[in-house]
């Protein structure tokens, strides 16, 4: 599978829009489907052909919906025990849907179909054949999800085999391995994915579930052992805790470049490179007081960064806490990065809470400017935000930093500068024109809070 394209399946419109209160209008889901095509999916499911909602939105997209890249799809499920795929009501909304490409899920764990009611495993069998060959012949593209697929190849994996070759003969062109529960470890899901693609010779794709990260771990484990597809929603939307679509397309474009994803994936790649500047993450930082002279006093800093895994320090004073964080950084990342000198503080603002309160510290907790970082609840009552301002050679910067205190939260506010700066920086583009605050997401700290004043 090396060199080949890696496909990309959104499933937002259904798996996300499936807990109660968050059921999207049909407005808002074909507006959700024109942004999904913008970002270089290859497909998108639209939902289930036969509820009222996802009926009229699949009328409406055949008149109204006018995708570059994606592939609009309807979902369902093989045909009732004892049923023909001809006549089965469900089968035949799924033709009725119109969309060029159709998910058909299926039971590839032999204990569940064994339990339910009117059918067999050879049953089973012939339900997953005799579907897809129906819609094959009927023009369609057939994806087969086949369900719970991890615990049936641990239960029962000629089973479970079975079935992905059973649909692949019939005419279905990949099937996607899911993982119903969630929470199965990367190794576990590479190791499936390669025995089944060893065992059947199938092209393949996955469905990871679980928080944590372990989703996204996994569907990169998958493609690694030679899985072409990936399913997820954006963000991890949705109530089953699915992978984050656009964070393994990250993964996949950092490591294999932009040309692994199939379709228009120019969007996606370009705002993944826009977004990776260089590495530069927070190990440690701590603000105090120091005397100035008589009843006086100036902030003083410290911070030990790292920049693409080399260390680097530096400690500086200035009037307030801020100044002298902005100072310090500085003298840590000039050195390393000459562009950052072109970032000059113009000023700030800060919000903190009533009830604000804590005692000094140090941040030990490293991350990476950019990413998504925790706030730390050492003795803070509230959140602080700090809106700073930077000129950047004949242009201005704003970004926003929120976390437990002032001086962390602009820490992330600065580094959020940097981190766009060194992404444009490496993409050929030294300014940075006058836009708006944005929000910021800067290193992951455990904040302390100030011994001086701000």
């Known amino acids: 599978m090396a060199g080949q394209d890696i496909q990309l399946h959104d499933t937002t419109l259904r798996d996300g829009a499936r807990p109660a209160g968050r059921v999207l209008p049909v407005d808002d889901r074909l507006a959700v489907a024109r942004c999904l095509d913008g970002l270089g999916v290859g497909f998108i499911e639209g939902g289930r052909p036969g509820a009222a909602e996802d009926t009229e939105f699949f009328r409406r997209a055949a008149g109204e919906l006018r995708l570059a890249s994606a592939v609009l799809v309807a979902r369902g499920v093989v045909r009732a025990p004892g049923a023909s795929a001809a006549t089965d009501p469900r089968t035949r909304e799924l033709l009725a849907a119109g969309t060029p490409v159709v998910t058909l899920a299926a039971v590839s764990d032999s204990r569940r179909v ?19 060959r129906h819609l094959v012949r009927a023009g369609r593209r057939v994806l087969l999800d086949a ?13 479970a085999l079975e079935v992905v070759r059973t649909a ?7 099937v996607v391995l899911c993982d119903g529960d969630g929470g199965r470890p990367a190794d576990e899901v590479g190791a499936v994915v390669s025995d089944t693609l060893y065992g059947t010779g199938v092209e393949l794709g996955v469905h990871c579930r679980g928080g944590a990260g372990r989703a996204v ?12 597809q990936v399913r997820g929603t954006v963000s991890g939307y949705g109530w089953r805790r699915d992978a984050d679509l656009l964070s393994v397309a990250a993964h996949l474009i950092v490591t294999r470049g932009a040309a692994a994803l199939s379709g228009g994936s120019a969007a996606l790649g370009a705002a993944v490179a826009e977004s990776a500047g260089r590495a530069v993450e927070v190990v440690s930082w701590q603000v105090g007081a120091e ?3 008589g009843d006086r006093s100036r902030s003083s800093a410290s911070v030990l960064l790292r920049v693409d895994g080399v260390a680097t320090a530096a400690t500086a004073s200035g009037g307030g806490a801020v100044e002298a964080l902005d100072r310090a950084v500085h003298r840590a990342l000039d050195p390393v990065l000459p562009g950052v000198r072109r970032l000059r503080l113009t000023g700030h603002l800060a919000r903190v809470p009533a009830g604000h309160a804590g005692t000094a510290g140090t941040a030990g907790t490293a991350g990476t400017a950019g990413t998504a970082g925790t706030a730390g609840t050492a003795g803070t009552a509230g959140t602080a935000r700090v809106v700073a301002s930077f000129a950047d050679g004949d242009g201005r910067l704003d970004t926003v930093g929120v976390a437990a205190d002032t001086g962390a939260a602009f820490l992330r506010a600065l580094l959020e500068a940097v981190r766009r700066l060194t992404a444009r920086e490496r993409h050929g583009d030294g300014r940075t024109a006058d836009r708006g605050p944005s929000a910021a997401h800067g290193p992951t700290l455990t904040e302390p809070t100030l011994t001086g004043t701000d």
């Open 114 to 132: 064994e339990r339910a009611p009117g059918t067999n495993l050879a049953e089973n069998l012939a339900a997953v054949g005799g579907t897809v």
């Open 168 to 174: 692949a003969e019939a005419g279905a062109e990949t």
């Open 147 to 159: 369900e719970h697929f991890f615990d049936g190849h641990r239960a029962n994996r000629e089973y």
């Open 217 to 228: 771990a996994g569907s990169v484990a998958a493609v690694a052992a030679g899985a072409r």
């Open 291 to 293: 005397s100035a002279g």
